[in-house]
């Protein structure tokens, strides 16, 4: 009865442009669609993490297309355990026509929901489940993302920049350990390092969640002292910590997911890029369509233009010398060209 009260609420108000429009043009009533209403599960918050900020960002380009399309953001919280509750409590108001959400794990909380409410349907980013019917994943060749950054910094490192040293030492850390990130993201920024110099070593943390700041300085610290000088860091809000540590110890930072040089000109020397904002974008507004397929799993790459590397920016520009960016740039030509390009294993 409430939801049959605010699809007519809804409705109404969906069919309200109709009524305007210009002096002696003759209107014929065109018949609105029915509401769309999409429900973004976050799994964490927004704040900190650009692949969450951009999914968030893409879903509400996607509706704010259609006059009938709604979007509510929910914020799930760190605390993973109650996830698949949240979920299925979301699912229960059975008042989406979509949950879009975001990360590797998010298949396996939504599929014990999914047999609950049956008519329910996802489209579940960054991550890969192939043939559940409900469910559309879209999986990022984040092997190609790391090694991107890989190859930066070890260009860096082998650089005349006043924070590098001789030692063929990088550093990774990392909030969690999950498949993508073992299979896709260490072994893509070890290659991309080997690639520059095979004496490369990497010195890899795990600080145990996606918000503790304190512990990832430290632990940064600790790597510095260990002859590290630059650090690749995947920890949502708390690659802050590794980037105040850098900052201070003079040393470089590589990021991945989004542009953010300006989280600290100078030491952030790469960005590598994730397009989540246009993948959301893109199949929000194919699921508004009907056109989403369910059932499928894509895996999308470099050469598609889902990954990428910010080398346009100016901070980039200012702070790496011209001789890096010079190797960087023939790198990109040829893996956004699909010349080289790596086929992440299966997950
Ligand atoms: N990435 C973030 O930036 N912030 C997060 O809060 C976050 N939470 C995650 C939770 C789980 C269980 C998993 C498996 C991944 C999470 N990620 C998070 C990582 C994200 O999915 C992606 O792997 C990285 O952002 C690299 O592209």
Same mark, same amino acid.
């Given at each position: 009865m409430k939801r049959n009260i605010v699809l007519i609420g809804m409705a109404l108000l969906s069919l309200s442009p109709g009524f305007l429009h210009a002096e002696g043009e003759t209107e014929t009533a065109v018949p609105e669609a029915k509401p769309f209403n999409i429900a973004v599960f976050v799994p !964490?918050?927004?704040? !900190?993490?650009p692949i969450y900020e951009q999914l968030v960002e893409g879903t509400g380009a996607a509706a704010a297309g259609h006059a009938h399309a709604t979007v509510k953001v929910l914020e799930a919280g760190f605390n993973q355990a109650e996830w698949e509750e949240k979920m299925t409590s979301l699912a229960a108001? !059975? $008042? %989406? $026509?979509l949950i879009v959400t975001s990360n590797p794990a998010m298949p396996f909380v939504t599929v014990p929901v999914a047999e609950i409410f049956p008519g329910q349907k996802w489209l579940i980013l960054d991550a890969y489940l192939d043939g559940h019917p409900q469910i559309h994943t879209l999986l990022y060749n984040q092997m190609e993302m790391t090694y991107m950054d890989g190859y930066l910094g070890a260009l860096v490192s082998t650089s005349d920049m006043t924070g590098a040293n001789p030692d063929l030492k990088a550093g990774m850390v990392v909030a969690q350990e999950y498949p993508a990130l073992t299979r896709m993201m260490k072994p893509g920024f070890e290659a991309g390092l080997k690639a520059v110099d095979p004496g490369f070593s990497v010195d890899y943390r795990v600080i !145990?969640?996606? %918000?503790d700041a304190n512990k990832a300085a430290d632990l940064a610290a600790s790597m510095i002292d260990a002859g590290v000088d630059v650090i690749l860091t995947i920890a949502g809000g708390a690659n802050q910590g590794v980037i105040k540590t850098c900052q201070e110890r003079g040393k470089y930072v590589l990021l991945v997911d989004a542009n953010d040089y300006k989280a600290a000109p100078g030491t952030v020397v790469g960005c590598a890029l994730l397009n989540q904002s246009k993948a959301a974008y893109e199949r929000v507004n194919m699921a508004i369509q009907g056109t989403l397929e369910f059932g499928r799993a894509e895996i999308v790459h470099t050469r598609d233009g889902y990954i990428d590397f910010a080398d346009q920016d100016p901070l980039y520009i200012e702070t790496v010398p011209a001789d890096v960016r010079a190797r960087m740039d023939d790198l990109l030509k040829r893996m956004r060209g699909g010349e080289l390009h790596l086929e992440p294993p299966p997950l």
């Open positions: !964490g918050v927004v704040a !900190g993490s108001t !059975g $008042d %989406y $026509d !145990g969640n996606w %918000y």
